[in-house]
């Protein structure tokens, strides 16, 4: 009788135990994030480049203006933050000051090399003199998810005659394939 007793004695003493310890669960609880304050729309810097350059035996000077510009459309992050898009000016003026071409961008003269994403939530980030090859200027330009590392880019060309020709650029090394660009785009703004 007395082992009967302390046998139920140590059951029971088991199951107080037993039941004494907290159950594990794989459940993983993470502190909610914090959404972060949304600011006035962003703009990128006004920047302004000035280049001199020989092209068919006479000295030309290029200048390229990068302006934001509160009429353009707006665009949106993720976190639904407003971003500033971005008028761009090519000047092209020979060495007796005169101009030989001028044209100002936006996004929309892009709009063929670009896929929905960058049409509704890139903006005209930059364009930068390059190189000159043959009767051509040209140009690299992109267009961004505004703050990131993420882009297309693009090659911009200016002929001896002033057409355009917009492309994008599959080389990385702004036109090294040496093919004609595939569009002419004239239907920007003439300042």
């Not at 669960?25 to 993470?30: F, L």
């Not at 990068?66 to 761009?88: A, C, H, Y």
């Not at 297309?152 to 040496?178: A, F, H, K, N």
Request: aromatic fraction near 8%; glycine fraction near 6%.
């Amino acid at each position: 009788m007395k082992r009967i007793q302390i046998l139920w004695l140590a059951i029971a003493a088991m199951l107080v135990i037993g039941c004494g310890e907290k159950k594990k669960s794989d459940d993983i609880i993470a502190p909610k994030a914090e959404q972060p304050k949304l600011q006035a729309p962003i703009k990128m810097q006004v920047y302004s480049q000035t280049t001199d350059v020989k092209w068919l035996d006479k000295n030309y000077q290029v200048e390229i203006r990068r302006v934001p510009d509160d009429s353009l459309k707006m665009v949106k992050d993720e976190t639904g933050q407003k971003f500033v898009d971005n008028r761009i000016y090519l000047i092209i003026m020979r060495a007796d000051g005169s101009v030989f071409f001028k044209r100002v961008f936006t996004k929309a003269a892009f709009d063929a090399c670009l896929d929905n994403d960058y049409r509704q939530t890139g903006i005209l980030e930059g364009l930068v003199f390059d190189k000159v090859e043959g009767a051509n200027l040209f140009f690299a330009a992109s267009v961004c998810h505004p703050q990131t590392d993420e882009y297309i880019p693009m090659v911009v060309s200016v002929s001896s005659q002033g057409e355009v020709g917009i492309r994008r650029d599959t080389d990385l090394d702004t036109y090294g394939d040496g093919s004609a660009p595939s569009e002419n785009t004239n239907d920007e703004d003439e300042i």
